[in-house]
């Protein structure tokens, strides 16, 4: 399966819904009003594409999954081929699996970055070093957790509302 067409009046695309699949490319129709990772860890998949009217989401450079308002956001293509990858300014939170195992080896967070959700950043085995930037307050349970080569973490902050024990594990 390449490429991927979803039916109008679909609702919800849930968590591990496409897992490992070979889907390159996915159409998303209007109706979805809920994702949750449905594409976590689909290292093929290079990008989603909308079609409909009415979107609940919305995309960013035409493959990038985001919320209508552009401050969530919930899915960067693990197929596709970038090193570096800057997360657009105005994003206020990185979804659950969003940059999940892919080839990145340069992350750059937005300074409007407020939350990070659990496991957001994870097996993205080519990463080096992240930088934190003051704004974020919430980071969830094991949100950049599983990246091996992750060698260097530097958080600008003096303040954080929520951060937990295990944000970095294994």
Not at 5 to 11: D, F, Q, S, T
Not at 33 to 38: H, I, K, R, V
Not at 73 to 92: L, N, Q
Not at 113 to 124: H, I, M, P, R, S
Request: net charge negative; aromatic share 14%; charged share 20%.
């Amino acid at each position: 399966l390449m490429n991927l067409n979803l039916n109008l009046g679909i609702k919800a695309l849930m968590g591990n819904a496409f897992t490992a699949s070979a889907v390159r490319w996915a159409k998303i129709p209007a109706t979805i009003e809920t994702y949750n990772w449905a594409f976590s860890a689909a290292p093929f998949l290079e990008g989603i594409e909308l079609y409909g009217e009415g979107f609940a989401f919305g995309t960013m450079d035409e493959d990038m999954l985001v919320s209508s308002d552009e401050k969530v956001f919930f899915h960067y293509p693990a197929g596709r081929r970038d090193t570096s990858f800057t997360v657009p300014s105005g994003i206020e939170t990185l979804a659950t699996h969003c940059i999940d195992q892919t080839g990145l080896e340069e992350l750059n967070l937005p300074f409007s970055l407020k939350n990070v959700c659990a496991y957001a950043v994870t097996e993205n085995n080519g990463l080096t070093g992240l930088t934190i930037p003051a704004s974020v307050s919430v980071i969830d349970a094991g949100a950049f957790a599983y990246n091996s080569a992750l060698k260097e973490v530097y958080f600008y902050g003096n303040y954080y509302e929520e951060f937990s024990d295990d944000l970095f594990d294994g």
